[in-house]
Nanobody, 122 residues
Framework: QVELVESGGGLVQPGGSLRLSCAAS????????MGWYRQAPGKQRELVAA???????NYVDSVKGRFTISRDNAKNTVYLQMNSLKPEDTAVYYC????????????????WGQGTQVTVSS
């Protein structure tokens, strides 16, 4: 059983910063791409940032220059540093990863975290 456990969400004022973390736990032998998605009320879930196992990153235009995604492969953990937060960044943020579980090391599965709320408000 593989789980993605997120932490770091909360309430912050506009212009503030938050750091999200997501750790993959369980019997997993490999993780490929990891990423963060978000979903605001009444809107579709969107990809915010992604990072490959080799460190190549991609960002949605609205967060470029403000958010930074990184990962620690030894810890199977991905981070999202969010600076200069705006009210429009308010959403539930979800961690996502492509991984191969120990029980089926030849198959790749897509995993989701439970989500963490980020609220940007004065």
């Amino acid at each position: 059983q593989v789980e993605l456990v997120e932490s770091g969400g909360g309430l912050v004022q506009p212009g503030g910063s938050l750091r999200l973390s997501c750790a993959a736990s369980g019997s997993i032998v490999a993780i490929n791409a990891m990423g963060w998605y978000r979903q605001a009320p009444g809107k579709q879930r969107e990809l915010v940032a992604a990072i490959t196992s080799g460190g190549i990153t991609n960002y949605v235009d609205s967060v470029k220059g403000r958010f930074t995604i990184s990962r620690d492969n030894a810890k199977n953990t991905v981070y999202l540093q969010m600076n200069s937060l705006k009210p429009e960044d308010t959403a539930v943020y979800y961690c996502n990863a492509d991984g191969a579980p120990a029980a089926e090391p030849w198959k790749w599965y897509n995993y989701w975290g439970q989500g963490t709320q980020v609220t940007v408000s004065s």
